[in-house]
């Protein structure tokens, strides 16, 4: 039941036994902490009521003598604050406090005292101060808001679904293992020289993407849900897509580097097939023996919609059979002699890759700042939304694709 005053509270439970008060705060603690619906303020005027019948039935168990509530384990604190620091510890960015607080904020409502700690503690944070912005908004996405962004991005396809993501400082070379050569036979007493191990480095570099969305004052009858729900829809069609095609057409200069601009194809790694006669079933082949021993395991086929449907949809084999199987079953789009499908619309006609899309990779340092202001757009009624991100991307090792395009002549 919702209590309208701490008084009101009291009276309720000023009657209870110790184990029931201390029942009923932890079974509140764990609402605050798990449900992101519920009615911060109105448990909160709970909280205070069972504090206080509880120092009601303490002082009358211990002759007058009065102790502060405390229905957890940690003496000296009472539950209110004790919730406030265990809200904020640990990953603050993945706490629901902050996610709470940090959507009320853009909707200029009031935020509660748990919400409060939270927020400020993530404004404590390095990755809150990365722009050095004096806005009074401004916020890292909440870890699980920027997941959801992440994931809606990969099952929209294309070749982010398929490449390595990071969250690593920028400047810092990373290791990454690429295959390795296999080990020998070992006659016995003798000795084996030791062999440094194969792996490759990236160092991503950062650089700003920048959305602005404006959006109606109305927003602020929404529900944090909804609200939420809309965030991840934008922001996913704004910052991850800048991203999705940077891993394709990104030049280097002032942005990520792409599959296509940061390989340097030459007659090994580069093949065409004739301008007149078309892909044939032939050159599908050289492809495939075209990459490299070890890449081959989790190699896919990357090419754009109108590729697919008029290069490889109704080709065959020397016996008839079609190379392109449709995949139904796991929901997928299918696989070229045995290698899945991915369809990417950022690709150029008549260009298809073939390689480990896990040696090709981006970068979210920092994660998504969100920033408002409803001073730019005053006259209009409408709140201005400005969404920011450092990121890059990269191919690591320039030996795990293949590009075939058709000739020029």
Known sequence: MKFKTIAEAFNHYRTSTLEEIECRAAEIKNIVATDATADVDALNIELEGLSQAKQNVQSRAAGGQQNSFNPVAGAGMTFERRASYEATEGDVFNSAEYRSAFMKRLLGRKLNSFEEAAFNRAMTEQRADAYGTSGNVAAVLPTQTLNEVISKARTMGGIMSVCRSFNVPSKIAIPVGTPAAAASWHTEGAAVDSAAPSV??????????????????????????AFESYLVEELTN????????????????????????????????????????????????????????????????????????????????????????????????????????????????????????NYMGYNLPEGITIEASRESSFKSGRIDYRAMAVADCKPIVEEAFIKLTRSAT
């Open 200 to 225: 490759a480095t990236v160092s991503f570099d950062g650089y700003e993407i920048m959305k602005v969305l404006s959006i109606s004052v109305k927003v602020q009858s929404m529900s944090i849900a």
């Open 238 to 357: 704004c910052v991850m897509a800048c991203i999705a095609d940077g891993l394709v057409n990104g030049t280097g200069s002032s942005q990520g580097t792409g599959v296509l601009n940061g390989i340097t194809w030459g007659d090994t790694n580069a093949l065409t097939f004739h301008k007149t006669n078309g892909l044939k079933y032939a050159d599908v082949v050289k492809v495939v023996a075209a990459l490299k021993r070890g890449y081959a395991s989790g190699a896919c086929w990357a090419m754009n919609n109108a590729a697919l449907y008029n290069l490889f949809y109704s080709m065959v084999d020397s016996n008839g059979r079609p190379i392109f199987i449709a995949d139904p079953k796991a929901e997928g789009i299918g696989k070229i002699l045995g290698f899945p499908v991915v369809v990417d619309d950022y690709l150029p006609a008549e260009t298809i890759l073939f390689g480990n899309f």
